[in-house]
């Protein structure tokens, strides 16, 4: 393993950049040249990049965002894209690869590597935290606590002026941001898109709290249901309790966005580590996680098919904590 590559892909998350920073000096510290591919798979198939030294990836631990750049490729979803991007690779006498971002970014890694057989490690970095292998994805934590800055924030006007906001979080298709925000920001209901809850429960449980005197409620939704969305909700609740002051926050991309939090920070660059010291082992086509607190390596086709539940118990916290 004489050089490597390294792309970040997908929706940017927070800690991507000092994931970057470990994999380059990583890799430098064992004598491994590092390629450094912008804008995701593209950069892979158009070629461009720039070879990282060290002080390339120096004052980019605090940052948010990604030096690199990111993109979802069209191009790459094409055989003929992915051999240009395989051509490339041998041309410049690239060994492996390490991949940052999630899911699509996991499942063109997975394609790729087993039509032209290059080592390819996988680093989870995605505020969702929907990726089976691994107990946290590197933006998670930041964007939990983003997002509760902003309920709290939110919380003092529902306070002043006895009011019930829905606040709409991210998290595509995944309530794990949604809950744990519930939990943290002390918000009377969660609705996630894994436990179904029709309006009709919405409308008791903010109707029981008037009757036992809370004069503002805060209702967290996750985004990503066509079926739970947060304006229509609030609409129809609204209707069924008109004496209800009634708004609609909706917190957005802030959530992916921001200084990572230490926990991010120390994840992504253990996580950046161990990327590089799994393919200098023989590692491939897999994703490193972190799982009680230990380092594991999970096949992408386990990965892309293993799904990720919420904890079901943090879900039932925010409700016994509702009285």
């Known amino acids: ?10 929706g940017d998350a927070p800690g991507m950049n000092a994931c970057i920073r470990s994999v380059v000096r990583s890799a ?25 030294e060290s002080h390339s990836v120096s004052n980019i631990l605090q940052k948010g965002g990604t030096i690199l750049k990111s993109s979802r490729s069209e191009a790459f979803r094409e055989r003929q ?13 690239i060994d492996g690869i390490v991949v940052i971002g999630g899911d699509g970014t996991f499942t063109g890694a997975s394609i790729f590597g087993k039509e032209f057989e290059i080592p390819i490690i996988g680093i989870p ?21 983003t997002a509760l800055g902003a309920i709290d924030n939110i919380r003092d006007t529902a306070i002043s002026h006895d009011r019930v906001f829905f606040i709409e979080v991210m998290g595509r298709s995944a309530g794990h941001i949604a809950i744990n925000c519930s939990i943290g920001g002390g918000a009377e209901l969660v609705i996630t898109p894994e436990i179904p809850i029709s309006n009709k429960e919405v409308i008791e449980v903010l ?28 609409k129809e609740v609204r209707e069924s ?26 994840l992504a660059t253990r996580l950046g ?29 386990t990965v892309l098919k293993g799904g990720k539940t919420i904890d079901y118990g943090l879900k039932n916290l925010v409700d016994l904590m509702n009285i």
């Not at 992915?82 to 006498?93: F, S, T, V």
């Not at 939704?221 to 079926?227: L, P």
């Not at 200098?280 to 607190?293: E, H, L």
């Open 207 to 234: 109707s029981q709290g008037r009757n036992k005197m809370k004069t503002s409620s805060i209702v967290v939704v996750a985004e990503g249901n066509d079926q739970m969305n947060t304006y229509a909700i609030a």
């Open 125 to 145: 970095a995605t505020i969702d935290n929907d990726l089976y292998g691994t107990d946290a994805t590197i933006g998670f934590d930041t964007a939990v606590n």
């Open 81 to 93: 894209g992915r051999k240009k991007a395989m051509e490339l690779l041998k041309d410049r006498a």
């Open 28 to 52: 430098l510290n064992k004598g491994i040249e590092v390629y450094g591919f912008r804008y995701g798979y593209d950069g892979l198939i158009g070629g461009d990049y720039t070879v990282m």
């Open 273 to 301: 580590n161990e990327a590089v010291e799994g393919l200098i082992r023989g590692k491939t086509s897999a994703m490193v996680g972190q799982v009680d607190n230990k380092i594991v390596f999970t096949s992408f086709s």
């Open 1 to 10: 393993m004489k050089r490597i590559g390294i792309l970040t892909s997908g």
């Open 241 to 266: 309790l008109p004496n209800l002051d009634i708004r609609v926050s909706t917190l957005g991309h802030i959530q992916r966005g921001g200084r990572p939090t230490s926990n991010d920070r120390i």
